[in-house]
C-alpha cells in the first residue's frame, strides 16, 4: 500500500466525528494530532501576548527613564515648550492607548476561535467518563492498587508487597485534579466503593500543593465529596472527621456545618464499633460469572500444558487442502472441549496493516444484540467496521484462507462480513456467546441461522491484558499478532456449546485490532455433517 493511499485514509479519518472516542485507542491516537494543533495556537498566542507586554514594557521603561532623569527639575523642564508638548500629547494620547488597547482582548479571541473550529475533534464529557471508568475496570479486573496507579504503576498487592504486573518504558502520573475528576465520576454513578478510593488520592495530593487555573477540583471540592463517600459507605467517623476539616477552609459553609450536626447526631445515636469498615464493590446483575472471568484475565486459568495433555499438540497444518500443501499453517491445538484451536501467522503484517486502514474511516462504536434490535453496553467497550470483499481484495484473500483451514463456506449469506474491532481505554467485552441461545429471539434465529464456528485474527499486539477468555472452561488464551484463534459455536446436533462462553478480557496498555468471522451453520450441510450425538 502507498504511502500517499495511507495518507489518505489517516485525513478521511481525522475529517469524520471523533465521538465517543474512549471506546477506540485509534480515536484517541488521533486526539494526540488535535492537541499538536491546539499547542500551534497556544504557541502563537503567547508569541502576541508577549510582544503585546514587550511593547508595554519599552512605554513603561521611557516613561520612568523620563521621570528619574528630565523630570528632575519639573519648573526648568515645563518650560521647555517642547518637553511640555509630549508630557501632554503622552498623558492624553499615549497612556489611552496603553490602557484602552484591545490588543489582549483580540489574542484571546483569536486563541478561542481557534479552539472552537477544533472542538468536534476534541473529546466530550461522555469521553472523559469513559476514560475514567476504563481506568476503574482495568483497577477492578486486574485488582491493581490504586496508589500504583496514580504513580503510573501497574501494580497488585501481594502479602503486604506491591508488585508490578507490567511495566511501561514511560509512565506517567495522576494528579489530584485527576483523581479527582475520576472520583467524580464514580460519585455521579453513586459508586462509592471507586470514590472513596479517587477522592482519598486527590485529598492526599490537593493538600500542600497549591491550585493551578487548569484544575477543575479543589482541595475543599475533593474533602466535601470524599466526606459524603464515606458517610454512604457507612463510616460516619471518618466523614465527620472530613467534614470539620472542610470547616477550617470554608467555615461559612452552612450546608457542611448541618451534615456535621447531622453525623454528629448519628454517632451519638448509634456510637462506631471499633471495627474496619472495608469497603465493597457493588454486586451487577450482569455478570454473574466476575470472579472466574477476573481471574482468567490476570493468569491463564487452568489451561493445560502440552506436556502434561498428551492430546494437545501443534503441527503444520494443511487440511487437505491443495493450497496448502506447500506452505502449511502453524496450528496449535489449545483445548479439545471447548475445540478451539490458534492458527499462528493466519495474516501477515502487511496484510493485518491493510485491513485496519481499510477499516479507520468506517469505525462506529460497537453494538450488542437487543432482542430483534441492537445496542450499545457498557459490557462492550470498542468501536467495528464491516469490510466486504467485493470492496477490498485483502479481505477475499483472508476469506479464501480461511475457507482452506476450516472447509467452511464463508462466503456471504453463508457467512458475515468481515468484522474489524479496535478497542479502546480499558476496551473489552464481558463473558457471552457467539452463538443465539435461548434468549435469542426465534426470528433471528431463522432470519440469519445460528453461528456454527467463530475465528476471530489479531491484527496487532498489546504490551499488556488483552486475553480471550474462556469461562466455563477456565481457560484464556493471549493476544498472538497475526494469529487466528478458531472455535465450534455449535456442538454437532446443533445445540450451543456452553462452554464457548468468553470474553475479550480488558487491555491494560496496548492497541488491540482484531477481525471477527462468524460462520452461520446454513451453508454448511456438507462441509460439517450433523450428528445426534450431543456429545460431538
Not at 485488582?143 to 509512565?171: C, M, R, W
Not at 472441549?337 to 495474516?347: I, N, Q, S
Amino acid at each position: 500500500m502507498s504511502s500517499y493511499f495511507s495518507l489518505f485514509i489517516f485525513l478521511c479519518v481525522l475529517n469524520i466525528s471523533f465521538g465517543e472516542m474512549f471506546t477506540s485507542m485509534m480515536s484517541v491516537n488521533q486526539a494526540v494530532f488535535a492537541e499538536k494543533q491546539l499547542i500551534d495556537h497556544l504557541r502563537i498566542y503567547i508569541e502576541l501576548e508577549i510582544q503585546r507586554l514587550d511593547d508595554i514594557k519599552r512605554f513603561f521603561s521611557r516613561v520612568t527613564s523620563l521621570h528619574s532623569g528630565v523630570y528632575n527639575e519639573p519648573s526648568a523642564t515645563i518650560a521647555n515648550p517642547i518637553v511640555a508638548f509630549k508630557l501632554v500629547k503622552r498623558l492624553k494620547s499615549e497612556w489611552m492607548n496603553v490602557v484602552y488597547t484591545n490588543e489582549a482582548e483580540e489574542n484571546i479571541k483569536a486563541l478561542r476561535e481557534g479552539y472552537r473550529k477544533m472542538e468536534v475533534s476534541l473529546p466530550k464529557l461522555e469521553d472523559l467518563q469513559g476514560a475514567a471508568q476504563g481506568l476503574m475496570r482495568l483497577q477492578d479486573v486486574y485488582d491493581l492498587h490504586v496508589e500504583g496507579l496514580v504513580q503510573g504503576h501497574f501494580q497488585q498487592i501481594t502479602n503486604g508487597n506491591a508488585v508490578d504486573i507490567y511495566k511501561p518504558p514511560l509512565s506517567d502520573s495522576l494528579s489530584g485534579d485527576d483523581c479527582f475528576l475520576i472520583g467524580k465520576v464514580a460519585y455521579d454513578l453513586e459508586d462509592y466503593y471507586h470514590s472513596v478510593q479517587w477522592f482519598e488520592e486527590a485529598v492526599r495530593l490537593f493538600r500542600g500543593t497549591e491550585w493551578s487555573p487548569e484544575n477543575e477540583g479543589t482541595l475543599e471540592d475533593a474533602l466535601d465529596h470524599l466526606a459524603f463517600s464515606h458517610f454512604k459507605t457507612g463510616n460516619i467517623s471518618y466523614a465527620l472527621s472530613l467534614s470539620r476539616e472542610l470547616l477550617l477552609h470554608d467555615p461559612m459553609n452552612r450546608r457542611v456545618h448541618f451534615n456535621v450536626e447531622k453525623y454528629e447526631k448519628l454517632l451519638d445515636e448509634s456510637p462506631p464499633v471499633n471495627q474496619s469498615l472495608a469497603l465493597k464493590r457493588a454486586d451487577t446483575t450482569y455478570l454473574r460469572t466476575r470472579n472466574v472471568y477476573e481471574k482468567l484475565c490476570q493468569t491463564k486459568g487452568s489451561e493445560p500444558k502440552h506436556f502434561e495433555n498428551p492430546r494437545l499438540f501443534c503441527d503444520y497444518f494443511t487440511n487437505g487442502n491443495p493450497g496448502l500443501l506447500l506452505q502449511p499453517i502453524k496450528r496449535e491445538l489449545i483445548s479439545l472441549h471447548p475445540y478451539v484451536v490458534l492458527f499462528h501467522g493466519f495474516v501477515t503484517r502487511p496484510e493485518a496493516k491493510s485491513i485496519r486502514e481499510y477499516a479507520m474511516p468506517g469505525l462506529r462504536r460497537s453494538v450488542v444484540a437487543s432482542g430483534l434490535n441492537q445496542a450499545t453496553a457498557e459490557y462492550r467497550i470498542s468501536k467495528s467496521a464491516w469490510l466486504k470483499e467485493s470492496v477490498h481484495e485483502v479481505v477475499g484473500k483472508v476469506d479464501r484462507r480461511i475457507t482452506m483451514v476450516t472447509g467452511l463456506n464463508v462466503q456471504p449469506p453463508y457467512a458475515e462480513y468481515l468484522q474489524v474491532v479496535n478497542y479502546g481505554i480499558g476496551g473489552h467485552y464481558e463473558p457471552h456467546f457467539d452463538h443465539a441461545t435461548s434468549d435469542s429471539s426465534p426470528l433471528y434465529r431463522l432470519k440469519t441461522g445460528n453461528r456454527v464456528a467463530t475465528l476471530m485474527i489479531y491484527l496487532s499486539s498489546v504490551e499488556a491484558g488483552g486475553f480471550t477468555a474462556f469461562i466455563y472452561a477456565n481457560f484464556s488464551v493471549p493476544v498472538v499478532e497475526n494469529g487466528a484463534l478458531f472455535w465450534w459455536n455449535l456442538k454437532r446436533n446443533g445445540q450451543g456449546n456452553v462452554d464457548t462462553l468468553h470474553a475479550g478480557c480488558p487491555v491494560i496498555v496496548g492497541d488491540k485490532w482484531v477481525a471477527n468471522k462468524w460462520v452461520h451453520e446454513y451453508g454448511q450441510e456438507f462441509r460439517h455433517r450433523c450428528s445426534l450425538n450431543p456429545e460431538e
